[in-house]
């Protein structure tokens, strides 16, 4: 008999994650100790240099979410899913708890192509544990809220070979790559109110 899991267990430890993550991701973005807003140009020079960290941060922060949306998106055909699909989504997790980590790697380091590639070998990772749940997973339907699924992860993926590629030659510049991820999610949005 096949081990099964009650689906909202599951989708419970899946939103707690996501936002503990989310969350951890900021805790890099601080000012340091020493700076003595005393003067308004004191104050915006030591924001500007919060600027590297803050672009690894808006970037997870936005990859993490829109692979959530993805995920909840995503219908299950029972109330149980099976052991392989939670086996996954425990992988899934793993890539999304350390990312905060990777973020705060980029962010201390953006111009080290070690610290984008390990970024970008996180989301990578993440991004095929999300297409492998997706195209081999039983318990999914066939919709069309899968296939987003899937030009999601392989958008992310391929974002990720390609900033990681990058990162050896423009280490700095290479995270502009990821904004690639934010076209999936205009697209549809342009695709759905076109058919309105």
Do not use: Q
């Not at 008999?1 to 689906?7: E, K, L, V």
């Not at 969350?23 to 020493?34: G, K």
């Not at 990578?124 to 492998?132: D, I, P, R, S, T």
């Amino acid at each position: 008999m096949a081990t099964i899991y009650p689906r909202s267990r599951l989708d419970a430890l899946t939103d707690g994650i996501y936002a503990v993550a989310m969350t951890l991701l900021v805790l890099d973005i601080r000012l340091p100790e020493d700076v003595h807003a005393l003067s308004e140009g004191s104050l915006l020079v030591a924001l500007v240099k919060l600027l590297p960290k803050l672009i690894p941060y808006i970037i997870s922060f936005l990859v993490l979410g829109f692979h959530w949306m993805s995920m909840i998106k995503t219908r299950t055909r029972a109330e149980y899913i099976g052991g392989h699909h939670a086996a996954l989504t425990i992988f899934d997790l793993l890539f999304v708890t350390f990312l905060p980590f990777s973020a705060t790697l980029l962010g201390r380091f953006p111009d080290r192509a070690a610290a984008v590639c390990i970024y970008s070998a996180n989301l990578g990772l993440l991004a095929l544990v999300g297409l492998w749940t997706i195209t081999v997973g039983s318990d999914i339907e066939r919709d069309w809220r899968a296939r987003e699924r899937i030009v999601s992860s392989l958008t992310l993926f391929a974002s990720a070979v390609l900033a990681g590629g990058a990162s050896f030659f423009a280490p700095r510049y290479a995270m502009w790559i990821y904004l690639v991820n934010l076209l999936p999610p205009l697209i549809r949005r342009r695709a759905h109110s076109g058919l309105a």
